[in-house]
């Protein structure tokens, strides 16, 4: 079983926020469990962490905490997952230095100006740069999370997932 954590915001996010996660790794290959913010015992079992949109993308989207603990994880050899303005958190955790990312084009100008150097890959929907794997919101980000269950548990299983998916949540 492959164990997903994924790392909450402050608790004013939106549920609806975490849909991308909660509809691709709830299931009977993944343990899919929800690490509120400063509770890490959560994260030091995850195979992938799954980075919730952060509710604020400023200085204070993540705290010196959590970012070593997400270099940690990556240093364990956990796999970073990060769908649209989660990239912010990632980013601001110093991870993406010089990797190419994919996130929403509404974003990109911020995160260009916010982290120099982090290089952008506009018009890809998402970024395979293992440990690290990024995406914009919606489609694209479900078909980053159906990625990765594909290297995780191969293509018929992914297939399966995606026919599970809500009509307008599958990728076309």
């Known amino acids: 079983m492959t164990n997903v954590a994924v790392l909450l915001p402050p608790p004013e996010a939106l549920p ?7 509809e691709v790794f709830a ?30 993308r400023g200085p204070d989207t993540i705290t ?6 997400l270099r940690e994880a990556v240093r364990r050899g956990c796999r970073i997952l990060a769908v649209g303005e ?22 990109a100008e911020e995160l260009r100006r916010r982290y120099p150097r982090v290089r952008l890959a ?17 489609p694209a ?9 594909r290297k995780y548990h191969g293509a018929a299983t992914a ?3 995606a026919r599970s998916l809500p009509r307008h949540r599958t990728p076309g």
Request: with cysteine; proline share 6%; glycine share 10%.
């Open 159 to 161: 297939a399966g997932i």
């Open 122 to 138: 506009p018009g890809v929907r998402f970024v395979d740069d293992d440990p690290i794997f990024t995406a914009a919101a919606g």
């Open 27 to 56: 299931g009977p290959v993944f343990d899919l469990a929800f690490a509120a913010a400063g509770t890490f015992d959560l994260l030091a079992g995850a195979d992938i962490l799954a980075i919730a949109p952060p509710v604020r």
């Open 16 to 22: 609806a926020r975490l849909s991308t996660y909660r």
């Open 86 to 107: 989660a990239v912010f958190t990632v980013a601001a955790a110093g991870l993406l230095d010089g990797r190419a990312v994919s996130t929403c084009p509404a974003h």
């Open 141 to 149: 980000g479900v078909e980053l999370c159906l990625h990765l269950v």
């Open 64 to 69: 010196a905490a959590e970012a070593a603990a």
